[in-house]
Nanobody, 124 residues
Framework: QAQLVESGGGLVQPGGSLRLSCVVSGFPWDYYAIGWFRQAPGKEREGVSCMMNSGGRTIYADSVKGRFTISRDNGKNTVYLQMNSLKPEDTAVYYC?????????????????WGQGTQVTVSS
């Protein structure tokens, strides 16, 4: 059973940093994509970043380029989202998701497996 579990959310002041973790288990494929998404109250879920389990090319939404970094530790079956220079508009529930694919995408509807989400609140 494919499963993703996020952690690392919390309350942080503007300009601060957080690192989210996504532990991936039960994926039977040699290759798959992992994406990070977020959903703010009253808004649609949007793609933030993605990468393949094998590494290589990463994708970032324009709103987070230069501030967020996605990375992986295959030994720990974990994908990270390092978030720096956080802004109030980054406040959202953050989700990681996975799909059996040869390509990385931040299109929400492309993903099959989802974590439960972790709340990130940026406020002074």
């Amino acid at each position: 059973q494919a499963q993703l579990v996020e952690s690392g959310g919390g309350l942080v002041q503007p300009g601060g940093s957080l690192r989210l973790s996504c532990v991936v288990s039960g994926f039977p494929w040699d290759y798959y994509a992992i994406g990070w998404f977020r959903q703010a109250p009253g808004k649609e879920r949007e793609g933030v970043s993605c990468m393949m389990n094998s590494g290589g090319r990463t994708i970032y939404a324009d709103s987070v380029k230069g501030r967020f970094t996605i990375s992986r530790d295959n030994g720990k079956n974990t994908v990270y989202l390092q978030m720096n220079s956080l802004k109030p508009e980054d406040t959202a529930v953050y989700y990681c998701a996975g799909v059996h694919s040869m390509f990385c995408t931040t299109v929400t509807t492309s993903y099959e497996y989802w974590g439960q989400g972790t709340q990130v609140t940026v406020s002074s």
